[in-house]
């Protein structure tokens, strides 16, 4: 059996009991946010898709939605990047290389990439956004002749708070790839722009019907952007949002996830524009 099919059917048979994971890299990006490297016992693939996320346990505490931050073409290990907000996470933080954690998932419904493909993709990330859209720009990456011009939008409050500084340097200097970051408060040391990310939107060069925009961030973040690219014309099936809402059992049971009667766990965390704006009230009436 391949990978994921052992996976699938691991998940199906026991879908609360999660796999041992070792950590086998970890060191902060940030003061807040620290980059987890992990193995799965077996050394079997987690084969998810982008924009998937897993539920991390500490064996005996508790457990929390951790997107996944590396391609499913990153074969042997998955990557994970946690911001120290509580409990959990300050836990979490604590653990290095060679401890175990629990792993249960992927779950979700990640980016739609089969509709991408052939497409332009606008990628807008703000502040811990990156994170599971690090996932879909390695993948595009690693594939990149299947996709036509990617465009990378990068906010966050300061340049400190920048997640991926290295590799984000990398993307620059890609031809295939344009890069545009942008704080809300410089250091003498940034040379790039300042100022809202909903400000680098006017300018970009896109050809709407064959642009693919995807939108990761907070949520006042992405209803301001989904305002600016509904003025570029991008068509709503085309608007690509990721949800992050409280969650608890990751499988449909406990209903902690729910928006007007959508599972975001099962349904989402990923929706285009479109299935938004039939969530009356929550995203919807804010957005636009
Ligand atoms: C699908 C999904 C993917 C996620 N991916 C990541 C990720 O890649 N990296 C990461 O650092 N975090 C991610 N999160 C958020 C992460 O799950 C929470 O930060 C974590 O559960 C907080 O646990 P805690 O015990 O440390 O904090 P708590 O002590 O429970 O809370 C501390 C603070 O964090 C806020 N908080 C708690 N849970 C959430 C939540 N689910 N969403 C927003 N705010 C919350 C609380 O309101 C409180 O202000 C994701 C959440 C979801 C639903
Ligand atoms: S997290 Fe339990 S139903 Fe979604």
Redo the contacts with the bound molecule.
Sequence with gaps: MIDREILLAKIKTTPYKPMKGKIIEARMLTEK?KFFRIELEGKINLSHEPGQ?VMVSIFGF?E??????SSPTDKGFFD?????????????HKLGRGDIVGIRGP??IGFPIDNMFGYDILIVAGG?GI??LRSLIRYIMHHKNDFGHVQILIGCKTPQELLFKEETKEWMRRSEIRMNCTVDRADPDWHGNIGLITTLIPGVDIIPARTYAVVVGPPIMYRFVIVELLKKNIPDHQIIV??????RCGLGKCGH?QVEGVY??QS??VFNYSQLRSFKGECHEKAV
Excluded: H, Q, W, Y
């Excluded at 994970?80 to 979490?92: P, Q």
């Design positions: 946010e996320f508790t929390a939605p951790i997107s996944i931050c994970l990047t946690v911001r120290n907000v509580g409990v959990f996470t300050d836990k979490l779950f979700g811990l994170v599971p990721s949800l992050e809402r409280r969650m996830c975001v766990c989402g965390p």
